[in-house]
């Protein structure tokens, strides 16, 4: 393969872009953004090689990469896939039962392969693109069964060769757990530190007080707000499921603490630390 093109160049895309471009699976990367001020940082930091309007982009590619929040994917999705002659189409979203239900009456269906890297940080933009996100990474492809298979290998090798494990997931079970291992983690975070910001006022206390625990808890509430606002309305039945038992599992804790109930504290903290058996 020779072009690709990317659609989206924000930490996602212009990671994938670094990461496709140092194992050479693609010689040439067209970007594609409705941000002006990301397109030419794009370029300006090597990301892509240059860019083009959405059409164009896809005419002079191999391979297409929608890196775009959830909400805008499941709209452009099913208009990529007209425009594709015989490139294969994938996405790159946290969530994927609304952007399977856009394709699937799509013609061109079996050439989209929905993917989802399991990997990220808490920054946005072109400027958060790293080296090696995606190295040790699990790369989620869902419903391949709905895809043409050659496609499908194809793209579980490309995720092969920048790193990543590939596991195959049906978009609904996939949806239901990146509800409790992902999305409910960002929750957290979010309501954590509007829990201290809302609570201390004296920023110098929060950074004198604040210990590597709090630290890693709350650095994810750095994240961007359009594309969490995005998944947690895409995925909005899972997330309320799992806020309820979340909220549950606080309830359990306050009513221990306030009754000073000791050995249900404990015995809750064990229960929690099977979690290493996990990790």
Not at 189 to 198: G, P
Request: aromatic share 6%; with cysteine; glycine share 6%.
């Amino acid at each position: 393969m020779d072009k690709v093109t990317i659609i989206g160049l924000g930490l996602i895309g212009g990671s994938l872009a670094k990461s496709l471009r140092a194992k050479s699976i693609f010689n040439h990367f067209i970007g594609v953004d409705s941000n002006s001020d990301h397109t030419s940082r794009a370029v300006e930091l090597g990301l892509v090689d240059e860019v083009m309007e959405l059409g164009d982009a896809i005419s002079n590619s191999d391979f297409v990469i929608l890196a775009v929040p959830v909400n805008i994917a499941e709209t452009m999705a099913s208009d990529i896939l007209d425009k594709l002659d015989k490139q294969t189409l994938i996405d790159v979203g946290s969530t994927k039962n609304g952007i399977l239900e856009a394709v699937k009456n799509n013609p061109k269906r079996k050439q989209f392969v929905a993917t989802h890297p399991m990997a990220g940080t808490e920054f946005s933009g072109p400027d958060a693109a790293i080296d090696n996100l995606f190295d040790d990474k699990a790369a989620i492809i869902c419903d391949a069964i709905n895809s043409e298979k050659e496609r499908v290998s194809q793209v579980e090798e490309i995720y092969k060769k920048i790193g990543s494990e590939v596991k195959y997931m049906a978009g609904e079970e996939h949806d239901v757990s990146a509800a409790y291992v992902s999305h409910i983690s960002h929750l957290s975070s979010f309501a954590l530190a509007l829990t201290v910001l809302n609570k201390e006022k004296n920023v110098e206390n929060i950074t004198t007080l604040a210990s590597g625990g709090f630290e890693s808890t709350v650095r994810l509430a750095k994240s961007n707000q359009n594309t969490w606002e995005a998944i947690f309305s895409a995925n909005k039945e899972n997330v309320l499921e799992v806020m309820d038992n979340y909220i549950e599992n606080m309830i359990l804790f306050k009513h221990a603490i306030k009754s000073g109930n000791s050995e249900v504290v404990k015995t809750l903290i064990r229960q929690a630390n099977e979690v290493k058996k996990v990790l």
